[in-house]
């Protein structure tokens, strides 16, 4: 199983994209869902994270920008990010944690926010 991120792309200062990451087979007892990103010259960070019961949390950075949601019947999960920034410029992973905390991660899809 392999998990499939898209929507990436370029956009504008104060625009929005929508990211989608699924998997490609059946999983069984996904936990958390969640996104995270990597800038150049930078560590990975967590961006949002949401549970099986639907509980989220987001880094401080996004919170009131970025949305994230799933769908439980499909294995997806998505990301909805409003009112971008130059900063938010960075490859986004998704990552699956399911049954005894099996982690599995998605191969990245580049958001750039540019003028």
């Known amino acids: 199983v392999q998990l499939q991120a898209s929507g990436g792309g370029l956009v504008q200062p104060g625009g929005s994209l929508r990211l989608s990451c699924a998997a490609s087979g059946k999983l069984f007892s996904v936990n958390n869902m969640g996104w995270y990103r990597q800038a150049p010259g930078k560590q990975r960070e967590l961006v949002a994270r949401?549970?099986?019961?639907?509980?989220?949390n987001y880094a401080d950075s996004v919170k009131g920008r970025f949305i994230i949601s799933r769908d439980n019947a499909k294995n997806t999960v998505y990301l909805q990010m409003n009112s971008l920034k130059p900063e938010d410029t960075a490859v986004y992973y998704c990552?699956?944690?399911?049954?005894?905390?099996?982690?599995?991660w998605g191969q990245g899809t580049l958001v750039t926010v540019s003028s």
């Open positions: 990552n699956f944690i399911y049954g005894l905390g099996f982690n599995l």
């Open positions: 949401i549970t099986s019961s639907g509980s989220t």
